[in-house]
T-cell receptor
Framework: AQSVTQPDIHITVSEGASLELRCNYS??????LFWYVQSPGQGLQLLLK??????LVQGIKGFEAEFKRSQSSFNLRKPSVHWSDAAEYFC????????????FGAGTILRVKS | EPEVTQTPSHQVTQMGQEVILRCVPI?????FYWYRQILGQKVEFLVS????????KSEIFDDQFSVERPDGSNFTLKIRSTKLEDSAMYFC??????????FGPGTRLTVL
């Protein structure tokens, strides 16, 4: 069965510091890969996605993620964190077919210290 | 930019009552989904819907749940007889030919 692991439940970084959120997946083939962000009381906003091609993908709000097939990982990065980035971040996978469900990780809560 | 909308934002109901959660997906999308997130837990898939029928459902989606696309714009989730454990945030999502799911803001369901 597909599964997604986000090993860090909470991460605290200082404003201006770099950020890396980890995501590992277990799946028989390379799936579609996504990162979503959820601010308190809000819905899920898509940050970026990987379908194929360049393994480094750029997203909104200055985020990027790198797909590493050999490690079954899709880590999210940002070079300089802003206080407004404090939120919960979810990694998700879906099979490479239309209309398939997303399987989510447990999420990582990001706190930003000023 | 088009977005998925959901109503109501918060629904409070008594155990055993029926609730209907409503969603308006993005207009040219073909695939529709419901997910739920119990407080403090991960987002879980409930059901997907395509071409006016369920394409996949999870084990959570038992006979108490049903989905419908009553017209060309709305997509609804009905829970026939709510239980305390149905209390959660329910998210609707839709996708088109890019296979990216876009989520609505959610409906918080509280069952008393």
């Amino acid at each position: 069965a597909q599964s997604v692991t986000q090993p860090d439940i909470h991460i605290t970084v200082s404003e201006g510091a770099s950020l890396e959120l980890r995501c590992n997946y277990s799946y028989g083939a390379t799936p579609y890969l996504f990162w979503y962000v959820q601010s308190p009381g809000q819905g899920l906003q898509l940050l970026l996605k990987y379908f194929s091609g360049d393994t480094l993908v750029q997203g909104i709000k200055g985020f990027e993620a790198e797909f590493k097939r050999s490690q079954s990982s899709f880590n999210l990065r940002k070079p300089s964190v802003h206080w407004s980035d404090a939120a919960e971040y979810f990694c998700a996978v879906a099979p490479m077919e239309y209309g398939n469900k997303l399987v989510f990780g447990a999420g990582t809560i990001l706190r930003v210290k000023s | 930019e088009p977005e998925v909308t959901q109503t109501p934002s918060h629904q409070v109901t008594q155990m055993g009552q029926e609730v209907i959660l409503r969603c308006v997906p993005i207009s040219n999308h073909l695939y529709f989904y419901w997910y739920r997130q119990i407080l403090g837990q991960k987002v879980e898939f409930l059901v997907s819907f395509y071409n006016n029928e369920i394409s996949e459902k999870s084990e959570i989606f038992d006979d108490q749940f049903s989905v419908e696309r009553p017209d060309g714009s709305n997509f609804t989730l009905k829970i026939r007889s709510t239980k305390l454990e149905d209390s959660a945030m329910y998210f609707c999502a839709s996708s088109g030919d890019t296979d990216t799911q876009y989520f609505g803001p959610g409906t918080r369901l509280t069952v008393l």
